[in-house]
């Protein structure tokens, strides 16, 4: 049975990545990387042949692929496996073989674009040969790291302090093959030390509760990172109180509190509440503001200003969709068109904020063009106002 079960699942997950990458890179986003990325290599090696060989260049260059080398593990396990799969765990070699070959697979991508980058910085200071021991001792890093991860799940030894420690010697071992190529001696004898330390405290049998929790994990990282870009109805919704918040919370009274107002307060609040809505937006902010201060030009800063503001307005509408239809009309009955109207006044007041955050990035980077900062928020709000309708035309054709 478990001879035949990993590739079913395998091309399952290839489906599920297949579908959401159609939403993800779609024709604006590919523009989008392909003008990002051509200015960044541009800027990357003007910037590079102004340099002189420092120890900052190869902290920069360890510490890029000291993040890159540490791969996930999806072994693609279900809940109902722990139970119907237990007789067989002594067949389960050739299942963990194949699921381990597919997750080194799936960070491949990274680790190319990661050593890349990496290259390009280390041409400034280094020899060939340092280089090509710099990006082998990274790939033998990136498997020990796999395999010792993988390890781990099946001891007592708590994840984050593997991730730690794996972090350490990935930084360690890179900045000091940098000074010296002898030190990849000491960099291999670290990998076999830590891993037989891993491979002697695991358990005598599997952990299955273990390993099923940490695909769940996985599996939920997956789609919340796949919730940037679009609505992800398989993640499982959460809550959270951020105190913080609570100040930008107005409590509706008198004539406020009615069918035509509470709405918009509920939006607010289911806002400030999200588990992963508001420090999305926080990170694609503070995303699209890097970039913006980093590339430096007045056509690129507007073209990737316009762009955050869509994916942002993009991921505000998921607000509309996955609360107007749940709990809220059912205890309080209203009319759609109440619900839509305070959904709009909503939208466009959250929107006209992040419009104002990019124009203040904008003019910080470019103070002399700051009155083309305008065009933002009319973007936000023409934006917005665009999606709004896709959404109710959407609701429309569900209810005829």
Same mark, same amino acid.
């Given at each position: 049975m478990p001879d035949n079960l990993f590739k079913p699942r395998m091309k399952a997950d290839i489906e599920r990545r297949s579908y959401y990458s159609k939403f993800i890179f779609n024709? $604006?986003?590919?523009?989008? *990387?392909?003008l990002a990325g051509g200015v960044f290599l541009y800027t990357l090696l003007g910037v590079l042949q102004t340099l002189e060989p420092s120890l900052w260049l190869d902290m920069i260059a360890a510490l890029l692929m000291s993040i890159l080398l540490l791969p996930g593990y999806r072994s693609l396990l279900k809940p109902a496996d722990g139970l119907f799969l237990l007789p067989y765990e002594s067949?389960? &070699?050739?299942?963990?073989?194949?699921?381990?070959?597919?997750s080194l697979m799936l960070g491949v991508s990274k680790i190319i674009t990661g050593a890349v980058i990496a290259l390009l910085i280390l041409m400034v200071g280094h020899t060939p040969l340092t280089i090509g021991l710099f990006i082998l001792?990274?790939?033998? $890093?990136?498997?020990? !790291?796999?395999?010792? @991860?993988?390890? &781990?799940? !099946?001891?007592?030894i708590p994840g984050t302090a593997v991730l730690i420690t794996?972090? &350490?010697? !990935?930084?360690?071992?890179?900045m000091l093959l940098l000074q010296h190529p002898f030190w990849l001696v000491l960099s291999i004898v670290l990998l076999?030390?830590?891993?037989?330390?891993?491979?002697g405290r695991e358990h005598q049998n599997l952990d299955w509760y273990a390993y099923i929790k940490h695909e769940e994990v996985q599996l939920n990282r997956y789609y919340r990172n796949v919730s940037m870009f679009t609505n992800v109805s398989h993640i499982e919704k959460q809550f959270k109180r951020r105190k913080y918040l609570d100040p930008l919370l107005w409590k509706p009274k008198g004539k406020s509190f009615n069918k035509e107002k509470m709405y918009e307060? *509920?939006?607010?609040?289911?806002f400030a509440r999200d588990y992963d809505l508001p420090m999305i937006i926080l990170r694609l902010l503070i995303?699209?503001?890097?970039?913006?201060?980093w590339i430096g030009n007045i056509y690129l800063s507007i073209v990737i200003a316009l762009f955050g503001i869509y994916v942002i307005v993009l991921q505000m509408s998921q607000i509309y969709s996955a609360q107007a239809y749940?709990?809220?009309? @059912?205890?309080?009955?209203?009319?759609?068109?109440?619900?839509?109207?305070?959904?709009?006044?909503?939208? $466009? @007041?959250?929107?006209?904020a992040i419009s104002v955050i990019f124009s203040i990035i904008f003019g910080i980077v470019h103070p002399a063009f700051i009155y083309i900062a305008i065009i933002f928020p009319v973007w936000g709000y023409l934006t917005n106002r665009v999606f709004s309708k896709t959404v109710y035309k959407k609701e429309q054709e569900l209810s005829d």
């Open positions: 024709s $604006h986003f590919l523009i989008f *990387l392909t067949r389960m &070699a050739s299942y963990f073989r194949d699921s381990s070959r597919y001792l990274s790939f033998l $890093h990136y498997i020990a !790291n796999f395999h010792i @991860k993988r390890s &781990a799940i !099946n001891t007592e794996l972090f &350490a010697v !990935n930084i360690l071992s890179l076999l030390l830590m891993s037989r330390y891993v491979k307060f *509920l939006f607010y609040r289911t995303l699209f503001g890097v970039v913006m201060i749940l709990l809220w009309p @059912k205890v309080w009955p209203v009319e759609r068109v109440f619900i839509q109207k305070s959904y709009v006044t909503y939208s $466009h @007041k959250m929107v006209f």
